[in-house]
């Protein structure tokens, strides 16, 4: 075993991972979405920045998700 793997301790137990995960999905879906929206609304390109908050929700979720953290 390598010292990242001894350091990475499993916290959660299923119903965790099934909210960790459905978040993941969620905020993925909420980005796609939001893309979408800002993408064919005539809007300003500094503002399509605002998409990476829930892309980063979505990817958070589904990698603690996946890590049982």
Avoid: F
């Avoid at 990475?8 to 960790?20: E, K, L, P, T």
């Avoid at 800002?38 to 809007?43: D, H, L, N, R, W």
Wanted: with cysteine; charged share 15%; hydrophobic share 60%.
């Amino acid at each position: 075993m390598s010292d990242e793997q001894a350091l990475c301790i499993r916290n959660i137990d299923a119903q965790g991972v099934m909210v960790r995960r459905m978040m993941g999905v969620v905020g993925l879906l909420a980005a796609a979405v939001s893309a979408w929206m800002m993408v064919t609304a005539p809007m300003p390109h500094a503002w399509r920045l605002l998409v990476l908050l829930p892309l980063y929700v979505g990817v958070l979720g589904l990698l603690q998700a996946k890590e049982k953290t």
